[in-house]
């Protein structure tokens, strides 16, 4: 049963704009939320989280986002650079699990020049 | 910049042959998991330590795979025999906190 799930499997946006990628999940009891940026053949890099009690946190052009009522998360990167495209995976963690992260099946953004 | 080591990056072997890969998670990162990515889907788990004990083998098949972290610091996984299905990246991450874990280049794995 897939507890992480991104629907939207890519997404392409032009230089410089905003780029939204979005995370549903169904564990209310996740501790944290993460997000991955993969290059293919590498492994993923960690981008940004956010704990379950905050709503937002920011870290230069990544912006997550945390709507608990919701159970749905989402990154803002601002502005969006060809550098960007790749995978990017959410992932959520919890302690009553041993800290295990479950990830979603990803989104691969195209940033077009 | 502390980081997690894997080697081999690239592994071509046959079917039914053994294969090992290795990890090196970060410098006292107590908890080591292996991930198995195979392409259009997320890492999903297959085994996770802490110090040297399993905490989560639960889909780790364990008819073929092995997993051992002898001293609690490096880690490695087995597959004997290897399958065609076998074919993905395997990954290995470490973490320090349940807000973060750091995953290592990981190894490409194809099965002919």
């Known amino acids: 049963d897939q507890q992480v799930k991104q629907n939207s499997p890519s997404l392409s946006v032009q230089e410089g704009r905003i780029s939204i990628l979005n995370c549903d999940y169904t564990n209310s009891m996740f501790d944290y939320f993460l997000w991955y940026k993969k290059y293919p053949a590498e492994g993923p890099t960690f981008l940004i989280s956010?704990?379950?009690?905050?709503d937002k946190n920011e870290d230069g052009r990544f912006t997550v986002f945390l709507n608990k009522s919701a159970k749905h998360l989402s990154l803002h990167i601002v502005p969006s650079q060809p550098g960007d495209s790749a995978v990017y995976f959410c992932a959520a963690s919890a302690v009553y699990t041993g800290n295990q992260f479950y990830f979603g099946t990803g989104t691969s953004l195209t940033v077009i020049p | 910049e502390a980081e997690v080591a894997q080697s081999p990056r690239y592994k071509i072997t046959e079917k039914s042959q053994a294969v090992a890969f290795w990890c090196d998670p970060i410098?006292?990162?107590?908890?080591l998991y292996w991930y198995r990515q195979i392409l259009g889907q997320g890492p999903e788990l297959l085994v996770q330590f802490q110090d040297e004990s399993v905490v989560d083998d639960s889909q780790l098949p364990k008819d073929r795979f092995s997993a051992e972290r002898l001293k609690g610091v490096d880690s490695t996984l087995k597959i004997q025999p290897a399958e065609l299905g076998d074919s993905a990246m395997y990954l290995c991450?470490?973490?320090?906190?349940?807000?973060?874990?750091?995953f290592g280049q990981g190894t490409r794995l194809t099965v002919v």
């Open positions: 410098s006292g990162h107590a908890t």
């Open positions: 956010i704990s379950s009690i905050k």
């Open positions: 991450a470490s973490s320090l906190a349940v807000s973060e874990a750091f």
